[in-house]
Structure formats: structure tokens, C-alpha cells
């Protein structure tokens, strides 16, 4: 079977696209990949083997001018056209989309052709792009049982299989934790520039400061909070990029983050406590952070209530209860068959 998987944008679309369209090439059918160009190298590293890569013109339409607002509905508008005109001649069985603006036309053309398209939503929370879609859709797959923001009235069936991980999370899934107090601090962006302010004051506030605190930042902050751990005797390892998050995310007791929705659906593959700090500009990421919480894995928290005090307080009483931290790992854990049951919906 011919299927089309429609990705672009960031990673947290691609790499699930990805996961899925090797679980599907795998099981022998031929895959097309179309993805814009912020994300072509990223695709074409990580696709599975004999895929074809497809090149969309598009981008996000959420610019504040309107001169670009126009310019980006121009551009997929006429990637829409082109991929009508080319589904004349190379039409699939199957389109599975993963959101984003560069999945649109893509949707679109196989609406046009009356192609059956299914829909995946990363997020707790639908996004836009999704939600201008879902009229064209036969299915919208969810990364999290339940999502906000659906529209009140819609035929499109909607089916929880889970967001898919790389291999490397699921070769660690439902890990013990170490109880070791090694606490993992998931900065590295410009958004989670808060986590370099508030952990390391947190930190040297505490009276027990056996904690082992492995810090990705961005690389301009490396040096500082090297010093800043140093001159607290703070044993700290201060990063720019980890590699293998999958073995970061498991050799932690504790995680401190953001809540994209990789970032929290990897927590639950592994099985980990976390304290979650949804970026306060993006109700997606406080949406995932609160599922998070509510299976009782960890603590999603305002950033204007993310203060030093409150998480030294905080940290404290998960370290000295170690208990506690297996507990709420346990609950986070969440079986990870995501590949899988996408490709089960999409080709039954």
C-alpha cells in the first residue's frame, strides 16, 4: 500500500512522523514523506530506508504582520494545487498527517481526491493547524486520552494511540530509579531560560545539598552556572546539549522541564517523577503538563508560582522521601505502543 505521511515544522512532529513511518515500512508498505524546509535534513536523517522525500512550501501563517500572515496562506495555497495536480498521477492509499502548517495542503489534496487521511494530535491540547484540518479527516489520532479545544460539532473519529518515541526510550522503559539524588534539569532554549534562574538559587537554599543535579542550559549560560554550582558546592555536571536524553531521562530520580508534548509523553515511556513549567505563552504546553499531573507523576506548575522558595521547599520533600519518588515514577508510566497501534488505525 502507497501511504503519504505529512510532517514539518519542528521535531516534536517529525520524530513521531518518522517512528511511525518506519513501523509502516516495515510492515511493507511504500511511504512518501512530505516535510517544508526547516525540517528536510532532519527528515531525510531519519527516514526509514527506500522512503521517498517530498519538499512542501510552507510555513506557519501565526506571524503578527499581516503582509506575512498573506504570504504564508499564498504559499499553501499553491503547495496545495501542485500536490493536487501530482496525486493525478501518484495517488495513495493512505495520508497520515502530524500536524503543522506544511501538512495542510497536504490534507487538503487528499481530501480533493477523496483519500481516506488520517490526523495526529501531539499535543493535550489541539493546535490550529489541526483544527482547520479536522474538516477534511476521517481520523484524528491523540498523543493523550483526552484534548482540549475540539470542536464542538465534528464527524472525525477520534482515537487515542499514544504519541510514538524513538527506539532508544523504549529500550529503557519502565526503568527503576536509581535513588540515587540525581535530580536532570531540561533547559537548552531561550523559553527555558526561568530553569536557569530558579533551579541553582533553589538548590543552594537547601540544607541537604546531596544532590547531583546534571543541568542542560543554553551554551552562552554553561560557564555561569558551572561557577554558581562550584562556589555552592553544588555537584553539577552543566551541559549545552545532551545526546542520549533517553539514558539522561533514566539515570534521573527527578526531572525538571518544560512540557512539550515529547518531552512529557518520554517521562511516561521511561516512568519518571517530574516538575513541569509550562512555557506561560503556549496553552499546549500547560494542557500536556496538567494530563501529566493527573496521573500523579509529578507537579505541573505555574512559571509565575515557580519561584526559589517554593521548589527548594519542594525538592526537599521529595529527596528526603525517596519512597514518594518511586511512587509517582510508577504512576507516570504509561506503555508506549504508539508506532504501533498508528499504523494498526491507519491500515485496518
Not at 280 to 296: C, E, R, S, T, V
Not at 319 to 330: G, S, V
Request: proline share 4%; hydrophobic share 45%; charged share 20%.
Amino acid at each position: 500500500m502507497k501511504i503519504w505521511i505529512a510532517t514539518g515544522g519542528t521535531g516534536g512532529h517529525v520524530f513521531p512522523a518518522m517512528a511511525a513511518a518506519t513501523e509502516l515500512a516495515s510492515r511493507g508498505h511504500k511511504i512518501t514523506i512530505s516535510c517544508d524546509g526547516r525540517t528536510d535534513k532532519m527528515v531525510r536523517d531519519s527516514a526509514p530506508a527506500g522512503s521517498r522525500i517530498v519538499h512542501i512550501w510552507a510555513s506557519g501563517v501565526g506571524a503578527k504582520s499581516r503582509v506575512k500572515q498573506i504570504y504564508a496562506l499564498f504559499k499553501i495555497a499553491v503547495s496545495a494545487t501542485a500536490l493536487i495536480l501530482r496525486f493525478i498521477i501518484s495517488r495513495p492509499a493512505r495520508v497520515v498527517a502530524f500536524g503543522g502548517y506544511a501538512s495542510v495542503p497536504v490534507v487538503f489534496a487528499a481530501h480533493v481526491w477523496r483519500i481516506p487521511t488520517y490526523l495526529h494530535e501531539q499535543n493535550a491540547a489541539i493546535g490550529r493547524a489541526n483544527r482547520f484540518s479536522m474538516r477534511w479527516v476521517k481520523t484524528l489520532m491523540t498523543s493523550f486520552p483526552t484534548v482540549n479545544g475540539m470542536p464542538a460539532k465534528t464527524n472525525t473519529k477520534i482515537v487515542y494511540t499514544g504519541l510514538p518515541v524513538r527506539a532508544d526510550f523504549l529500550m529503557v522503559a519502565g526503568s527503576k530509579i536509581p535513588n540515587k539524588s540525581h535530580l536532570l534539569v531540561t533547559g537548552g532554549s531561550l523559553g527555558a531560560q526561568i530553569l536557569d534562574e530558579v533551579v541553582p538559587l533553589a538548590i543552594a537554599a537547601m540544607k541537604n545539598k546531596k544532590i547531583f543535579v546534571t543541568h542542560q542550559t543554553r551554551p552562552e549560560n554553561v560557564e555561569k552556572l558551572q561557577r554558581f554550582y562550584a562556589e555552592h558546592k553544588i555537584h553539577a555536571n552543566v551541559l549545552s546539549f545532551i545526546r542520549d536524553m533517553a539514558s539522561a531521562i533514566k539515570d534521573a530520580d527527578l526531572v525538571i522541564g518544560r512540557s512539550g508534548a515529547s518531552t512529557v509523553i518520554e517521562l511516561e515511556t521511561i516512568g519518571r517523577a517530574a516538575i513541569l513549567v509550562p512555557l506561560n505563552i503556549n496553552p499546549d504546553q500547560a494542557a500536556n503538563a496538567d494530563a501529566f499531573a493527573k496521573l500523579g507523576g509529578g507537579f505541573s506548575i505555574e512559571q509565575s508560582k515557580f519561584t526559589p522558595r517554593w521548589l527548594a521547599s519542594t525538592l526537599t520533600d521529595l529527596f528526603d522521601n525517596p519512597t514518594r519518588l518511586e511512587k509517582m515514577a510508577k504512576k507516570s508510566l504509561v506503555e508506549n505502543r504508539a508506532a504501533q497501534k498508528i499504523a494498526d488505525t491507519v491500515t485496518k
